[in-house]
């Protein structure tokens, strides 16, 4: 790999992909791509932290694939894979967990959420899933972590556990930072604006491969307030910021620019409007991937290589991590 500063990220294939994971991670990818040497990964392997329907897994990280493709990831400049091809993600997560206090792990907002959403089922798995996601970015000594705010507290757990590693064992591990866009970093359930948009919730949720007709309905069913003006405040309009937020980041328009625009126009006119500059955006997004979908070849070739050259990176810290805690080399 070149001197270039790196990238690593991922999202689940735990449902498909959002708007809210394309605002607040991949634009920032495939702006950075250029920049950095980049690793974006399919973390499979963090989907099965709630149970997931094996064939739907199966189709999901395949068509995340060529999401990220038609996003605009050019898979010949970055190394693009499936986290399960790369068994350095669970050999690294193991030794991390050595290094991972149980109190930091209880305190993850994410884990309180998650668990009280799968009350039923709160497995190890879950409470565990900061100490991979810190093996998946330490693998490969990354020094960006592009990420929405919901993740910055995962990042800051990852750099402490690499803090604590190194501390113990010498230099070895790069310390990631977070890099959260000015805008769209949170963007809210267009249900329920005061949370976040997930994928878990389809109401509240756009997916990029949402037809058009979708779309416009689910802005123009946004829950607002009872008032008229689209004025950005999010304590007192929460769902009015948000479609503000999602307005300027699909059109690149600034805040003052989209209140101006629409100032004294009411939220008949905003609405529908916020619907198709997102229709504008997703249309050759979703058209690409449909296209890259039906070339399974294409895309296998892809993961196959990525995970090739993954490993290579991978294998290379993960000997460094054995010898230093005391592991007879092979
Ligand atoms: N609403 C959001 N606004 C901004 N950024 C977001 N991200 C996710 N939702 C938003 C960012 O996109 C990436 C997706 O990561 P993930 O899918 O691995 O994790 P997640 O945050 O658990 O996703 P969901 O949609 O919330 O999943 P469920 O419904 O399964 O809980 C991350 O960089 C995230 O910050």
Known sequence: MSEKKRIFSGIQPSGDLTLGSYMGAIKNWVALQDEYE?????????????????????????????QYIACGLDPEKNIMFIQSHVPQH??????????????????????KDKSAKHADNITSGLFTYPVLMAADILLYQADLVPVGEDQKQHVELCRDIAQRFNYVHGDTFTLPEPFIPKMGARIMSLGEPTN?????????????????????????RAVTDCDTEVRFDPKEKPGISNLLSIYCTA??????????EFAGQGYGVFKPAVGEAVVELLRPIREEAERLMKDKAYLEG??????????????????????KVGFVAK
């Open 38 to 66: 980049c690793l974006f990964c399919i973390v499979d392997m963090h989907a099965i932290t709630v149970r997931q329907v094996p064939a739907d897994l199966r189709r999901r990280s395949l068509s995340q694939l060529a």
């Open 302 to 323: 892809i993961y196959q290589e990525g995970a090739q050259r993954a490993q290579y990176v991978a294998n290379k810290t993960l000997r460094k991590v054995y010898k």
């Open 251 to 260: 059109t690149g328009k600034t805040l003052e620019q989209a209140q101006e």
């Open 90 to 111: 669970a050999e690294l997560g193991w030794v991390l967990g050595c290094y991972t206090q149980f109190g930091e792990l209880s305190r993850m907002t994410q884990f």
């Open 196 to 220: 976040k948009m997930s994928k878990s919730d389809p109401d509240g949720c756009v997916f990029l491969m949402d037809k058009p007709e979708d779309i416009m309905r689910k802005f123009k």
